[in-house]
């Protein structure tokens, strides 16, 4: 996915997910550096029903497939900073 | 919850969540520093059906409430490491 197109498309999800993907309420997932793959199946599932929420589901029903990619390509590289690579020890 | 009780319990989750949440397969989610209220909501969904997988069901029929509030308090533990904390610049 495309990280820079995802940052922008991704403003819709900062209200509850927070700036850096930290978000601001505790029922509300973090999404820093959440794996790619994980976050595409959520979104495509909440798009098709699989997964059922009252907030997402109005939200993704804009994203396209590459909308979906780009953000979670941007959420997953918010690990690649090397300071918390380096402070987990581990990819 | 009982972080250590928590950390005890989450062996069980090791295997696709990672030593120290980071997951090993990019399918599965990265539960390092999570919201312990959103664990607990997705644990209990998986328990009641509300939310469905084939691998976390049977994993969590065994979980009684407090495992899950244990658990979901260990993960979220992860996150309040100073230096992980001062990284993100936020909580």
């Known amino acids: 996915g495309d990280i ?10 900062t209200a509850c997910h927070g700036q850096k993907g930290i978000s601001s309420q505790p029922i509300f997932p973090n ?8 976050l595409k199946k959520q979104l495509t599932a909440y798009k098709n029903g699989k997964r059922v ?19 979670a390509a ?13 402070l987990l020890g581990q990819k």
């Open 31 to 38: 999404l820093a550096g959440q794996k790619a793959a994980y």
């Open 53 to 71: 929420d009252p907030i997402m589901q109005p939200i993704v029903t804009s994203l396209t497939e590459i909308d979906i990619d780009n953000i």
């Open 4 to 13: 820079l197109a995802g940052k922008d498309r991704a403003q819709v999800c």
């Open 74 to 86: 941007y959420y997953e590289s918010l690990i690649d900073n090397p300071i918390f690579t380096a």
